[in-house]
């Protein structure tokens, strides 16, 4: 074969390599999830092992009486632990005592109030609670999770070994579709094989960038086996720097799930936990027990101001645009030209911070009004800059449109 044979074969084949890929991506029934961030709530951060089906169908009454439903928020997720074992041909089984009339009677339950069901599993040999992983039965899960109705899989990463995570993700990914039921998969893999890169490829629609969140303001702290870590919040936000341009409709990245309402930071920090989020267009799975929130915690949470920022469908995430020693700014920017600010304080005594337009991308000269999406109140037209006062580990956050 002539050399220039060669290279219009290989060209060719490149070519429809990257039509099917093309083409896999727009037949995918996955194609238009999570079109805005999810938002939802999620058992771990508050129960850990404890799941049942009787909680479980609580929190999911409680999601609505307490308005979150209201407010947006659809998906209700059992974490780990909700299976035990697998029977005899493979099938995954829910733990008996915990869940008497099994997975698709809680999805069930979860559906007639409006709401979707997610569950959780693991790439591995077994979950991070110990419990059997997916590794290996994944088109066999992937068909039990359709027949059980559920809309959502978080998927881990412990006890994988040596395999590799894009292609764990995309081969999970390819049995959810040709299960023929829509559901949203959010990559738990805590950013070490940086999932941004290749989650919106393998049909992730969310991805973990980091190690767990703990419910405190800051820090980090060693796993009991020394692996690192597990943060507090601003040890996640400082590690969502940069990987702004990798989100967007449909592909999010994911700075783990609320503690808002847990009880390990004051409301101010919660306040500023669930603004901060909202600027990431992160995914907002609350954490706490919905069933007695206290009315502050219930008000952050279902703050419609502040949920619309991080709905907002131009879907991109914001990032910090200036800081100095404690003081810092995050802004966002939204469908309408508009520009959603946190001006975020860290340090230990109230201080002034000041948002000036050139560093939200507006000319100096611009008049605009600046609204407060906590005090829900307008503020009056300002040129150039917005100063506030800021409480210590705490934010203002408001809406500037020119
Ligand atoms: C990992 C995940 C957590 C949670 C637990 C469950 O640590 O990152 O979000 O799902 O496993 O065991």
Redesign the pocket.
């Known amino acids: 074969m002539r050399t220039s044979d060669q290279v219009l074969i290989a060209s060719a084949s490149v070519l429809l390599l990257c039509a099917c890929l093309g083409a896999q991506e727009n037949n995918r029934v996955s194609k238009d999830l999570a079109l805005t961030p999810p938002m939802g709530w ?1 058992s ?2 508050k129960f ?2 404890s799941v049942s089906e009787d909680m479980i169908r609580s929190m999911a009454d409680a999601m609505v009486k307490s308005g979150m439903k209201d407010a947006g928020y659809q998906y209700v997720n059992v ?3 909700w299976q035990v074992s697998r029977d005899v041909s493979g099938n995954i089984v829910a733990d008996p005592q915990r869940f008497p009339h099994g997975m698709k009677a809680v999805g069930d339950y979860i559906h007639s109030l409006g709401l979707k069901f997610g569950v ?1 599993s ?1 790439a591995g040999s077994k ?3 110990g419990r059997p992983g997916g590794l290996g039965h994944e088109y066999q899960d992937a068909i039990q999770y359709a027949a059980w109705g559920v809309d959502y899989l ?1 998927y ?3 006890n994988t070994t040596t395999q590799d995570a894009k292609a764990s993700y995309a081969n999970m990914r390819a049995a959810l579709d040709a299960s023929g039921r829509a559901i949203v998969l959010s990559i ?1 893999e ?1 950013g070490t094989a940086k999932p941004w890169l290749w989650g919106k490829e393998v049909g992730g629609n969310l991805w ?1 960038t980091t ?3 703990s419910d405190k303001w800051a820090g980090q702290a060693k796993w009991p086996d020394g692996s690192c870590c597990s943060n507090g919040m601003l040890a996640i936000l400082d590690q969502q720097v940069g990987l702004q341009s990798y989100a967007g409709p449909g592909h999010w990245n994911d700075p ?2 609320l503690e808002v309402g847990n009880g390990g930071m004051s409301d101010t920090e919660y306040r500023a936990h669930f603004s901060l989020w909202a600027i990431l267009a992160a995914p907002l799975i609350a954490g706490n027990d919905l069933r007695n929130m206290r009315s502050e915690v219930r008000d952050i949470l279902t703050n419609r101001e502040v949920i619309a920022v991080d709905q907002d469908p131009l879907g991109r995430e914001g990032e910090r645009v200036w800081r100095n020693g404690d003081l810092e700014l995050w802004a966002k920017p939204l469908r309408d030209g508009s520009r959603a600010v946190v001006l975020l304080n860290r340090g230990s005594a109230e201080q002034e911070v000041t948002a000036r337009w050139e560093d939200l991308g507006y000319p100096d000269h611009v008049s605009a009004s600046v609204h407060d999406l906590w005090q829900h109140k307008d503020l009056g037209k300002f040129n150039g800059k917005f100063s506030a006062q800021v409480a210590s580990h705490g934010i203002v956050m408001v809406m500037v449109t020119p």
Do not use: S, V
């Open positions: 999620n771990w951060n850990a092992c974490d780990d632990c959780y693991d979950t991070c609670a978080k881990d990463w412990c738990c805590w973990r190690g767990d969140i783990d799930m």
